[in-house]
């Protein structure tokens, strides 16, 4: 194995001994559409459409387990017609956190049926709400106690709200959620408060 599988191999076990004593609190932000440029409200228009177009084709592949995050256009269905879209704002990680959403989904419907209770199937979404940013620093990221970033957006984004998250946190991850017109992002954050409460 090679010195940088090591590495890796290491963070990832200190990482899953580290959680085990941390306690999970989501905090929610608000994006505030008022300090928002046109671009910037066109890329977040998109991005939850795009999430749509992809989370429908990841159920429409044979093999949903193993299935890759590079794909850049997928087949839309416009009437009785599939035609072919680009994948402008979605960045790599985001389908990533798309495709391990839905088989983590895939597997509680496995385990439900295990257990004897009556399931259906994943459904083709005609609207998409939320979008998991899995990586904190490079998917999203804090800039100061007004503004946060997100991957693929070049505005930096006014936020109301973080003031409420404890100096110091530990950011596991977060998602983005799109509501009644409004944006907003919940922050998964570690503290070191309580063994019983865990994220994983």
């Known amino acids: 194995m090679s010195d940088k599988s090591e590495a890796i191999k290491a963070t990832l076990a200190a990482t899953r001994a580290k ?5 999970c609190r989501v905090y929610e932000v608000k994006i505030d559409v008022s300090h928002l440029n046109n671009a910037t409200k066109e890329h977040l228009n998109r991005l939850f459409v795009e999430a749509k177009w992809f989370y429908n084709y ?16 997928v087949p839309v269905k416009v009437k009785d017609v599939f ?3 680009e994948l402008r704002c979605l960045s790599a990680q985001m389908k990533q956190g798309l495709i391990s ?16 209770y009556k399931i259906g199937k994943l459904k083709y ?5 939320s979008i998991p940013l899995k990586q904190y ?14 991957e693929k957006i070049k505005q930096k984004l006014k936020v109301i709200g973080l003031k409420q998250i404890p100096e110091g946190a530990d950011i596991a991850n977060g998602t983005l959620i799109h509501r009644n017109g409004d944006y907003y992002l919940y922050h998964n954050n ?11």
């Not at 429409?60 to 256009?73: A, L, N, R, T």
């Not at 979404?125 to 709400?129: M, N, V």
């Not at 570690?190 to 994983?200: G, H, M, Q, V």
């Open 190 to 200: 570690l503290s070191e408060k309580d063994r019983t409460n865990t994220c994983n």
């Open 101 to 116: 959403r839905t088989q983590d989904n895939i597997r509680g419907l496995a385990e439900k049926k295990k257990n004897g």
């Open 125 to 129: 979404k005609s609207e998409y709400q």
């Open 58 to 73: 990841i159920l429409s592949q044979h093999k949903i387990f193993g299935m890759s995050d590079k794909v850049h256009e």
């Open 83 to 85: 035609e072919i879209r």
């Open 137 to 150: 620093g490079r998917t999203y990221e804090i800039l100061n106690e007004k503004y946060i970033r997100i």
């Open 19 to 23: 959680r085990k004593t941390q306690m």
